[in-house]
């Protein structure tokens, strides 16, 4: 069975652009989470959603962020313009159920350079 | 206070060595608690579970203290393989799905 897939898996772009990460869970789970790692720091969460809906966006940063999950299937995150802070490693998690034992899958991750 | 905080090391252990890592978390109400090990530059996978007041998976221990609010990770006979970040990690709570991480413990298992 394949793993969560991330794409891509590095990307350097200049302050003001703008960068599109992707995620493919795993086949089969609606929960689909987003997680970024700045340097230095821990991983955060970023964002959940239960198939094409979001159900907790509570650790997205601003509105230079925008996730979505047309179909609830994969998913993209955006940022626009992309500041300096954003550089760090962006994580995607899946799970089949979300009862508060469960395990999230992780993906690679993209780690996201601005300069 | 950090929710979740974790010695970052380095720890630089010979192999065969026993290691064990340090967790404390802030809120009392955290029923469970996760280690994830994570490789450099890869995914965080998940290592063990901690429901009661400990697990044990071969060379692995994790034992949970409710009273002092840690939770600890034992290596026994450490292999060069085990060289990781390890993550100290709380699940969601009430209707919250999100996980909560530590910075990690980095260990390196020297030959």
């Known amino acids: 069975e394949a793993g969560v897939t991330q794409f891509p898996s590095h990307s350097v772009i200049e302050k003001g652009q703008t960068v599109t990460l992707r995620c493919d869970p795993i086949?089969?789970?609606?929960?689909l989470y987003w997680y970024r790692r700045v340097m230095g720091k821990e991983i955060k969460f970023l964002l959940h959603f239960v198939k094409e809906s979001k159900q907790d966006e509570s650790g997205m940063p601003n509105n230079r962020f925008l996730a979505e999950r047309t179909g609830g299937t994969y998913s993209t995150l955006k940022v626009q313009p992309a500041e300096l802070e954003d550089s760090g490693v962006y994580f995607c998690?899946?799970?089949?159920?979300?009862?508060?034992?469960?395990?999230?899958?992780f993906g690679p991750g993209t780690r996201l350079t601005v300069t | 206070r950090k929710e979740v905080e974790q010695d970052p090391g380095p720890f630089n252990v010979p192999e065969g060595a026993t290691v064990a890592f340090n967790c404390t978390y802030s809120n009392s109400a955290s029923q469970s608690f996760f280690w994830y090990r994570q490789d450099c530059r890869k995914e965080p996978k998940l290592l063990m579970s901690?429901?009661?007041s400990g697990n044990e998976d071969g060379r692995f221990t994790a034992q949970l203290n409710r009273a002092s609010q840690y939770i600890s990770l034992l290596i026994r006979d450490s292999k060069l393989s085990d060289s990781a970040t390890y993550l100290c990690?709380?699940?969601?709570?009430?209707?919250?799905?999100?996980?909560?991480f530590g910075s990690g413990t980095q260990l390196t298992v020297l030959p």
């Open positions: 086949s089969g789970h609606d929960n």
């Open positions: 998690a899946s799970s089949q159920t979300s009862g508060p034992n469960y395990e999230q899958y």
């Open positions: 901690v429901y009661s």
């Open positions: 990690v709380v699940p969601p709570l009430g209707s919250a799905r999100q996980l909560t």
